[in-house]
């Protein structure tokens, strides 16, 4: 009994996933516009690091850094900044930077999506005037960003990655189609699926990092690990720490009781 007991918990815990040896990962949820709280957790995830002691360390952002919160532009050059002077940061496209991209591009269809998604507050963390933005017409709204976003930052977000897979692990932004292996997935799924793959019961190719679908708190299921925590409403944002089989987060305060009975 003692016997098959030990064999149990071994093969429990060799089936649990993890990622290589001397590998730390760090996958952060969605951060839509919110600059304060992605400094508070890269802070957090500094210090969780250096308390863990030595280990390759990677940062992963999973998409939607961008709109309905009111500091996109500045989330954007923290990141590129972060990825230039540090060099351990890798950062996913997820459907709102698809449709920001399309509306810089002038694509109507895009643009028109952009500003019914929390774009206007894109464009407004980019220097535009309400009243300003409140007059122009499509037309008028492109050339105006054409001029407002920088190069650079146009540059550094259409880098951005569809799937990062480390170890027993793969990252992407809102999920996967099931029924389909990892290296045929269509970037359509990758950045906008969700009940298909929500929905899902059982154990995939890889255990699937996301965000895209917003939960009260970070999700664990078969399949998955949702890790879009709503930092725009709920004030928190998350971040996945892993480790060889070790799983925690990290995630920002969000407003204390008194913020939130106002």
């Not at 990962?25 to 863990?52: S, T």
């Not at 298909?196 to 399949?223: A, C, Y």
Request: hydrophobic share 40%; charged share 30%; net charge negative.
């Amino acid at each position: 009994m003692i016997s098959k007991l030990f064999k149990s918990r071994t093969a429990a815990k060799a089936s649990a996933p993890s990622v290589p040896e001397g590998q730390r990962v760090y996958a952060v949820g969605d951060i839509h516009g919110c600059a304060d709280l992605l400094d508070e957790l890269i802070a957090l995830i500094d210090a969780d690091d250096a308390e863990r002691g030595p280990a390759d360390t990677l940062l992963i952002f999973l998409g939607d850094l961008v709109d309905r919160g009111p500091a996109s532009a500045a989330v954007i050059e923290r990141l590129r900044t972060l990825s230039a002077t540090r060099g351990n940061v890798r950062c996913l496209l997820g459907n709102h930077e698809e449709i920001f991209l399309g509306a810089l591009d002038g694509e109507p269809k895009a643009l028109r999506l952009f500003c019914r998604i929390g774009g206007r507050e894109t464009v407004l963390s980019y220097g535009m005037e309400s009243t300003e933005y409140e007059r122009l017409d499509y037309e008028e709204l492109v050339h105006r960003l054409t001029d407002l976003v920088p190069g650079e930052h146009r540059a550094f977000v259409g880098n951005f990655e569809d799937m990062i897979v480390i170890g027993d692990y793969a990252f992407v932004h809102a999920g996967v189609r099931p029924d389909a292996p990892l290296d045929r997935q269509r970037t359509a799924d990758l950045r906008w699926i969700r009940d298909p793959f929500l929905d899902h019961r059982t154990r995939l190719e890889k255990t699937i990092v996301h965000g895209h679908t917003m939960t009260d708190d970070i999700e664990h299921r078969t399949h998955r690990i949702g890790v879009d925590t709503g930092a725009y409403k709920s004030g928190k944002l998350t971040a996945l720490g892993l480790e060889g089989s070790d799983v925690w987060h990290l995630q920002t305060a969000g407003p204390s009781l008194e913020d939130a009975s106002t």
